[in-house]
């Protein structure tokens, strides 16, 4: 693949440039200033030739990864406007919130900032058609922007994926959204957030956030994991 034959030009690259530095030593120990001129410039000639060769690799690998950055925000945005949608509230069901963690998943794999999963648990709303109605217009309300990605996963349960957002800033939102509710005298809601760490599969990280949930159903305030 492209990795193993960059690795193996750099290695190359590498055992030429060492061949030369051994040449300049002896010479050096030779006290043979001819030969120290001669291959001192072969080194340098040959150190910067390996540098722009490796340059010209790393400007190429930007460049198809900018490539497939840019096609994953579009298969994204294509995923999210098929999306499916919840009957009751509006807002996008479990499928469809399954489907958009992966894909965040592996957008973030390639550093695209770091996305948060905020998982909302609502008592005793499971049938209550009014209240869930209006907990999924305060969860739109708070979670606004245009990457923010609001669903219904279970009967009540909701989940929120926000996008390259600061632990504080989702952790103050995830607050507003609980003294709203408090306000409105809505049922309590039990708080669960998780910041995808690098490297981490989807199924990992909605699993921590789901811990933090149940840690949240427990203790009153939002849990992160």
């Not at 030369?20 to 050096?28: D, I, N, Q, S, Y």
């Not at 909302?120 to 209240?131: L, P, R």
């Not at 408090?182 to 699993?207: D, K």
């Amino acid at each position: 693949g492209t990795l193993a034959r960059a690795v193996a030009e750099d290695r190359a690259a590498d055992r030429e440039i060492g061949a030369r530095v051994g040449e300049l030593v002896t010479a050096f120990q030779r006290n043979d200033s001819d030969a120290i001129r001669r291959e001192a410039s072969a080194v340098a000639e040959m150190v910067q030739g390996a540098i722009e060769k490796r340059r010209e690799r790393e400007t190429a690998q930007i460049s198809e990864l900018a490539e497939s950055v840019k096609l994953l925000r579009k298969e994204l945005c294509d995923a999210r406007r098929q999306a499916g949608r919840d009957a009751v509230t509006e807002l996008f069901d479990r499928g469809a919130f399954d489907d958009h963690v992966q894909r965040t998943a592996e957008l973030a794999a390639f550093g695209v900032g770091r996305p948060f999963l905020v998982l909302i648990d609502v008592e005793s709303v499971a049938s209550d058609v009014t209240n869930l109605r209006a907990v999924s217009d305060l969860l739109v309300r708070t979670f606004l922007r245009a990457d923010d990605f609001v669903a219904r996963t279970a009967a009540g349960e909701f989940a929120v994926v926000v996008v390259d957002s600061a632990e504080t800033r989702v952790l103050a939102r995830a607050e507003r959204l609980r003294e709203a509710a408090l306000q409105l005298a809505l049922p309590p809601l039990a708080i669960g957030a998780a910041g995808l760490i690098s490297g981490e599969f989807a199924g990992t990280w909605v699993e921590r956030a789901a811990r933090a949930l149940d840690a949240a159903r427990v203790d009153s305030r939002t849990q992160v994991a």
